[in-house]
């Protein structure tokens, strides 16, 4: 990560999030915002409530993957796992869309 005076030119090489790491990345640059009194503790609480929600789901695919796995190597299988990560929120899954 490079130096810089204020957390958004800290972020500025990120153009899009796409690893657990630029998760961790950006939230560690929140605290140090706060400390810098550059955000409120408001917006450090969305955020981290933002990634909690973000890990709880990310944990749930990996459970999801694992149990694909399980049902595959005992003859099942579970072809909607396929489509983990792009169900519609509030919609409801129906086969084959």
């Known amino acids: ?12 090489d990120i153009d899009r999030v796409e690893t657990t790491g630029q998760v961790r990345r950006i ?13 409120s503790a ?11 929600a973000q890990a ?3 944990q749930t695919e990996v459970k999801l993957a694992m149990a ?3 049902l595959r190597e ?8 396929a489509r983990i990560g792009q169900q519609l929120i509030g919609g409801t899954a129906t086969s084959g869309s």
């Open 56 to 58: 709880m789901h990310m």
């Open 1 to 12: 990560m490079k130096a810089s005076n204020n957390t958004l030119e800290s972020l500025s």
């Open 42 to 52: 408001t917006d450090v609480e969305a955020a981290a409530k933002m990634m909690a």
């Open 68 to 70: 694909a796995i399980t």
């Open 27 to 39: 939230g560690a640059q929140m605290l140090l915002a706060l400390a810098r009194k550059e955000i």
């Open 74 to 81: 005992k003859g099942a299988n579970l072809a909607d796992v």
